[in-house]
């Protein structure tokens, strides 16, 4: 029986694996036995149409992609994790099978419903085998999942996309709130209050979003400033470690507001 074959179970595979489980038969497989259907040698033996790639970024990241590649002998590969720009073009013309990349969207603890919810972005270089073949196919499999997809130019476009529109302009929002923050304690005043004023323009003109002023933690927003290397996009952690020297409890805060009020603000990324 043909099948998909999701790699790394983790906050984006497992998900990632549970949907698309639902329209077409998928197996999967993590380093971790406890999370794998089946040991590795036994998945081989099955004939996969699509891997999906949702492993973290690292240095070896495209020697993991060919090894799978070589083992499994799919028919296409699908990367949905967070990459540096031009990984799928290396990994491209290594491989002569298409090499779909698809970045995803969406807040960890509840990505299964973000999936749904955002529209899932994916490209292919026009010179890439069998190109037609996997954007029909793939394009079949989310909407049997159930999730919207859009096809983008190029994969650069979407792998900057990525991390220059989506995380790393999430780190400049809250880092503009660190230092209104930080303006608001040195002069005494009520960060809530000083904000409100902006209250209106932010739902009429969009364009004053009031952030939560804490500290960016977890593993997006700053981790991913090491893909992209843009010197200009390092003063996102530098004012976020300045945050942390300089305002008292900058990384318990949170937990502290959300005691005290519901709050309005995202920071499910921070």
Request: charged letters at 25%.
């Amino acid at each position: 029986m043909e099948k998909d074959l999701v790699i790394g179970l983790g906050e984006i595979g497992l998900p990632i694996f549970k949907i698309i489980s639902k329209g077409f038969p998928t197996i999967r497989y993590d380093i971790n036995p406890k999370l794998s259907e089946g040991k590795s040698h036994e998945l081989k033996e099955e004939k996969i149409i699509f891997l999906h790639m949702c492993i973290p970024f690292s240095n070896n990241f495209i020697k993991i992609i060919i090894h799978y590649a070589k083992k499994y002998h799919p028919q296409g590969i699908v990367i949905h994790s967070t990459i540096s720009p031009y990984t799928t073009k290396k990994i491209q013309k290594e491989l002569k099978i298409p090499i779909i990349y698809s970045a995803t969207r969406g807040v960890h603890k509840r990505m299964l419903n973000d999936l749904k919810k955002y529209t899932k972005f994916f490209s292919i270089y026009n010179w890439s085998p069998n190109k037609i073949w996997a954007i029909k196919t793939f394009q079949r499999r989310m909407k049997k999942s159930g999730i919207k997809s859009k096809k983008m130019s190029s994969p650069l476009v979407l792998e900057l996309a990525k991390i220059v529109c989506d995380t790393s302009y999430y780190g400049w929002l809250i880092n503009y709130a660190q230092l209104s923050n930080m303006i608001a304690i040195k002069n005494n005043v009520n960060y809530d209050e000083m904000w409100s004023f902006a209250d209106e323009i932010q739902k009429y003109l969009g364009n004053r979003p009031k952030m939560f002023p804490g500290f960016i933690g977890g593993h997006c927003v700053i981790p991913n400033l090491d893909l992209i290397k843009e010197e200009s996009l390092y003063e996102i952690d530098t004012i976020n470690n300045m945050y942390a020297k300089k305002v008292k409890n900058s990384k318990i805060i949170r937990k502290k507001y959300d005691k005290s009020k519901k709050s309005s603000y995202d920071s499910s990324k921070v």
